[in-house]
């Protein structure tokens, strides 16, 4: 009876305090913030953009002519250019162009050099729209073989076709010229259409 009434009391005294004790829980484990759609779990927020940086969306190239014979041309014109959108392009080109016409008594030399300022559209891959503005200041041949310099702006348009090759791109261009004169003896170019080589990169 002694032993049934002191483990009695025993639980009685236990109970409350068993209760009192918290019971310890697992330590929460932090969880990651939540990556939004789409976004792999490597890559920080930051690091999406629906542009690239501004130092990849320039560009540059450019063509060389060269023509050796009775008459010998050289034609240098880099370019630079600055994508607006994947299909949307800016530019300028300056060029110079060196003629040595041998078909005279004696050999005459003339200097070209000028600017234009380009746009590009790209319809489909490969396959762009291109309009500018050219400035042109030009030297031509005189009767008695002086020479003598003229300048002038011309509108071009038309369209091109670029591919591919390694790192770079191969364009080829066809244009029309807008300000073309067939009657003007000093018109600086043989015909309204203008076709032009070169690549970028």
Not at 38 to 63: C, I, K, T, V
């Amino acid at each position: 009876m002694k032993k049934t009434v002191l483990v009695a009391v025993l639980l009685a005294i236990a109970i409350p305090c068993l209760a009192q004790t918290p019971v310890p829980t697992p330590a929460a484990t932090p969880q990651p913030p939540a990556q939004p759609p789409d976004m792999p779990a490597w890559e920080e927020p930051s690091a999406q953009s629906s542009r690239p940086p501004l130092r990849d969306r320039f560009y540059f190239g450019g063509g060389i002519g060269l023509s050796f014979g009775t008459v010998d041309y050289v034609e240098l014109s880099p370019l630079v250019g600055f994508r607006v959108t994947p299909d949307f392009n800016l530019g300028l080109s300056v060029f110079y162009r060196y003629r040595n016409d041998g078909r005279y008594e004696e050999d005459v030399t003339t200097n070209d050099y000028g600017a234009n300022l380009f746009a590009q559209y790209q319809v489909v891959p490969r396959l762009f729209l291109h309009g500018e503005v050219e400035y042109l200041d030009y030297e031509y041949i005189l009767a008695n073989l002086d020479t003598t310099r003229e300048s002038q702006t011309s509108l071009l348009a038309g369209a091109g076709y670029g591919w591919p090759v390694g790192g770079s791109s191969v364009y080829f261009l066809a244009l029309y010229n807008f300000s073309y004169d067939e009657n003007s003896f000093a018109n600086p170019y043989d015909s309204p259409w203008i076709l032009r080589v070169g690549i970028t990169f």
